[in-house]
């Protein structure tokens, strides 16, 4: 029996054992196209990702292009404000380190904006 495997990205992969040589090499050869094929695909998509800026996306919303998706909107609203959220309270857990997050709250509502008007 032999053992198949590829490596990929810093990862091996364990294709089986096979009766022959020739059928190992396919397997190896089948394996890699398919590695291959995955990457080309993430590569694509993120680029696609990468160029919708959020100008173009508040367009198409303006323009009513989800309408006839209200389901879809909702969603996207939704990870956009967790999004917002996670990475607001990074920025807070950053400026006070150390503290609690009661503690936290506690001293960003006595912390008074500089051009705010009390």
Do not use: C, W
């Amino acid at each position: 029996m032999i053992r198949a495997r590829v490596q990929h990205k810093n990862k091996e992969y364990a294709l089986g054992q096979f009766g022959t040589r020739v059928e190992a090499d396919a397997a190896r050869e089948a394996a890699r196209r398919v590695l291959e094929a995955l990457d080309a695909k993430e590569y694509n998509n993120s680029q696609r990702v990468k160029g919708l800026r959020a100008e173009t996306l508040e367009v198409l919303v303006t323009k009513g292009i989800f309408d006839t998706q209200p389901s879809l909107m909702l969603s996207l609203a939704e990870a956009l404000l967790r999004r917002q959220k996670m990475l607001a309270h990074r920025q807070r857990r950053t400026l006070y380190p150390g503290l609690s997050d009661d503690d936290r709250r506690n001293l960003a509502a006595r912390v008074v904006p500089k051009n705010s008007i009390r």
